[in-house]
């Protein structure tokens, strides 16, 4: 989960610093449609708003029906360019999306029918329908600000429990990646612990006394004769290779011995070295 909202971040961060830095005409293309599309029906529901509006009594007494229309065009032409500005930058989470769309489709309902009627009204110019056209501008009015004071706090309702939910996965996220390291660290010294321990001469030299028993058992299995009498036939044929690899040297291994300062036997004179003298023995032959 942690791993998921992590690549989630990435990936909406790297989407983000695209469009910010993106200046393709494709890209801005959408808009001029959707602005002159705002501009035509907000012209359409003005008139549908001072027609229905400039013999209303309330509305005349409060602000005028010019600006009542004003306002009420303001409301939802500003509300669906926000929302679709929204679902390209700031709207994010799937509550606030889903609550835009709702919106967007409902103002794109409502907006398409003030263009129809806007156009039947003017293009007709019939009497009948002038009470429709009060009763909807009159009643439409405060349902389209009520509607606008219910749905944006909503809007930043959502934003707000959405932060709260991201910053604990956040916080979580990385408590994990915390303990992936802490952990990932731990396998790599018990690793490179166990490694340095295989490959000391301690455990070589272990494994050696291992394979050396495993042997002997083995040999003992096989011929069917006592441990003991494995062990010195073994240790028999161990000691015969040593002599052999000293013998094919040259040399015997000795126990150490202390090495002391032991007197020197007193060397013999040597006989002068002279041609002219001679030694005669005096002992008799045989003797």
Known sequence: MQKDFAQYKQESA??????KTSHSLLEKAPWFFILLGVAISAACTYYLGEQGLKNSDLYKGLIGAENTA???????EGSLVALIYGMTTFLKS???RQLAAIGINALKAILCLNVIAAFLLWVTKDKSSVGIVE????WGTPLTICGALWFWPKILSFRHQDLQRAAVLDQSAKMADQWRQRHSQDQDNYLNAYAEIQDSPEMMEAQRAIAEFEAIQ?????RGIPMEAAQQIFERARSKKTEG???QFGFQIAPIRQIGLAPQPAAKAAPPQSSNVYFLSTDEPGK
């Open 94 to 96: 799937s509550q606030q």
């Open 70 to 76: 004003l306002l009420v065009v303001g409301v939802m």
């Open 135 to 138: 009763m909807y501008a009159q």
């Open 218 to 222: 083995q040999l003992a299995a096989e």
């Open 245 to 247: 690899t000293q013998r």
């Open 14 to 19: 790297q989407i983000a610093d695209k469009a």
